[in-house]
Nanobody, 120 residues
């Protein structure tokens, strides 16, 4: 299971932090990631990190502003979002998968989304 928390409403330029607690069958997944889906748009990749690696991977749209991190002891993955923009507004989902691929169809497990709204 994946349980995401955090999110909310923030003004442009502000920051928010998301957390995703991992348990059950998803615990054995190799990769954790964050995706987002804005209204009337397809779900898109945001960031990912392997449990065994310190090397994160980011979508160009968030590179330099977002930071993904993992805490193996707590089985939790975080997404720190800084310098938020109105175009970051979306429902954010955490996901677990076997490979670090950006297509959402390749990820096996999904948590319920959490809303992030950035006002201008």
């Amino acid at each position: 299971q994946l349980q995401a928390s955090g999110g909310g409403l923030v003004q442009a330029g502000g920051s928010l932090s998301l957390s995703c607690a991992v348990s059950g069958r998803t615990f054995s997944s190799a990769v954790m990631g964050w995706f987002r889906q804005a209204p009337e748009k397809e779900r898109e990749f945001v960031a990912a990190i392997e449990w065994s690696s310190d090397s994160p991977y980011y979508a160009d749209a968030v590179k330099g502003r977002f930071t993904i991190a993992r805490d193996n002891a707590k089985n939790t993955v975080y997404l720190q979002m800084n310098t938020l923009k109105p175009e970051d507004t979306a429902i954010y989902y955490c996901a677990a998968g076997a490979q670090l691929l950006t297509s959402p169809t390749t990820w096996n497990h999904w948590g319920r989304g959490t809303q992030v709204t950035v006002s201008s």
